[in-house]
C-alpha cells in the first residue's frame, strides 16, 4: 500500500460551506474514507444562542481548536476552551453554541459520515433561510430528530 491516496490540506481547504452565518470546510468525507466518517472545521461567530437540542443516530465527536464552545448535553451545559474535546454517542441530546464575545473554531467530526447531509443543509440556505419545515424534512432523511 503506497500513500498515493493520503489527503493533504493546508489550513482552510477542503470544501467550503456556508449555513447562515456560519462557514465551515468539509475536510474528508464520505469518498474519501469509504463512508466510515467525516470531519468538518467549524467557524462560530460570537455570541450565539444555540439551536434546539437533537439526536442522530451516528456518534459524534468535537475538538476546540480556539476560543470557547458552550455544549448542551441533556441537562448537562459544558463550557469548553481551545484543545478541549467532547464525544456524543448516537441517540444521545446535544447542541452547541459560542455565546462567548470572541470568534471559536471547532472540529466535527462524524462516524459514519454526515458529508452528504451537511452539503444538503448547507444548500437549502442559497436563497436565504430555510422553512423550518423544510429543514426538518431535510434532517429526518438522516435520521436527526429534535430532542
Do not use: C
Not at 72 to 92: D, N
Not at 105 to 129: I, K
Amino acid at each position: 500500500m503506497s500513500g498515493d491516496d493520503a489527503i493533504v490540506l493546508a489550513p482552510h481547504e477542503g470544501t467550503a460551506l456556508q449555513v447562515g452565518q456560519a462557514p465551515f470546510v468539509l475536510k474528508v468525507g464520505a469518498t474519501d474514507t469509504a463512508g466510515g466518517f467525516s470531519i468538518m472545521e467549524r467557524a462560530l461567530p460570537p455570541n450565539q444562542r444555540p439551536a434546539p437540542q437533537h439526536v442522530h443516530p451516528n456518534a459524534e465527536a468535537f475538538y476546540v481548536l480556539e476560543g470557547w464552545v458552550t455544549f448542551y448535553l441533556g441537562e448537562r451545559v459544558e463550557p469548553v476552551g481551545g484543545g478541549g474535546f467532547v464525544k456524543v454517542p448516537g441517540g444521545a441530546a446535544h447542541a452547541f453554541a459560542n455565546e462567548s464575545k470572541q470568534p471559536a473554531r471547532l472540529l466535527v467530526f462524524h462516524a459514519p459520515a454526515m458529508d452528504e447531509f451537511l452539503s444538503r443543509y448547507a444548500a437549502l440556505w442559497d436563497d436565504g433561510e430555510p422553512t423550518p419545515e423544510q429543514q426538518a424534512a431535510l434532517q429526518r432523511e438522516y435520521g436527526v430528530e429534535p430532542a
